[in-house]
């Protein structure tokens, strides 16, 4: 199977209104022009470094999403061309953004990670410090950055059972948020592991890597 047969198959099996993340971190460029090729345009990394890089040699029509974790110090590294930075777990995370993009004189869409997953090590939000942040009024404290909506990740295990059930909490708390915030139109949850689960429990954009490129090597 080569890298636009594993797309097409995975197209194939996707809703129309989940929106497909090329997960292409570790891949040489290569690889990703393969998936352009194949009419590809949304692609997520998880180091600037490499992204910037990939960004500065591949097509500009590209969107791309920064999906891993991000440290403040490297904001202004994306805030130029990024398109959604999926793993925004602080405040201080949104009020940088909002600094690196105002430079720039852009708005930069977010989502706001929640953490669901039972092991310790997945970053993100608690529902109470979700609200804390909406409450705050976000669109007005930081008009260089749009709030899209919720990211996160399930536990790595086989229990199908704890993938879903972890799957609808995030969606409810997407919905209860969306409540709030007339600017929430995405809900980021499903990998190349369960991405069919993610999207029966409402994703709207999954991010999928290795069922698209293979496996990586670190
Ligand atoms: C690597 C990564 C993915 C893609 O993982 P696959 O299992 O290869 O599909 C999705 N989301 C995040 C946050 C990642 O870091």
């Known amino acids: 199977m080569n890298i636009a047969d594993n797309l097409n198959q995975l197209r194939s099996s996707v809703p129309a209104h989940v929106t497909l993340v090329a997960v292409s971190k570790t891949k040489p460029q290569e690889d990703l022009l393969e998936a ?38 490297k904001v202004k590294y994306m805030a130029p061309y990024v398109s959604l930075i999926h793993g925004v777990d602080r405040e201080k995370l949104l009020k940088e953004i909002n600094k690196q993009a105002s430079k720039h004189e852009r708005v930069i869409d977010c989502l706001l990670q929640i953490h669901i ?3 310790e090590t997945k970053f993100g939000l608690s529902e109470e410090e979700l609200f804390g942040i909406l409450q705050s009024d976000v669109s007005t404290t930081y008009p260089n950055v749009r709030v899209v909506g919720l990211m996160g990740m399930a536990t790595f295990t086989d229990n199908k059972a704890q993938i879903k059930a972890e799957f609808e909490t995030l969606k409810s708390l997407y919905e209860k948020a969306k409540e709030h915030i007339t600017t929430f139109h995405t809900l980021s949850m499903g990998m190349s592991g369960d991405y069919s689960l993610a999207i029966e429990a409402g994703s709207t954009m999954i991010r ?3 069922k698209i490129f293979g496996a990586r090597n670190y």
């Open 36 to 73: 352009y090729a194949a009419g590809q345009r949304v692609f997520g990394e998880n180091k600037i470094q490499e992204m910037t890089a990939k960004y500065e040699a591949l097509p500009k029509d590209i969107a791309w999403h920064m999906i891993g974790h991000v440290q403040s110090n």
């Open 208 to 210: 999928v890597g290795s």
């Open 117 to 119: 997953a039972k092991e």
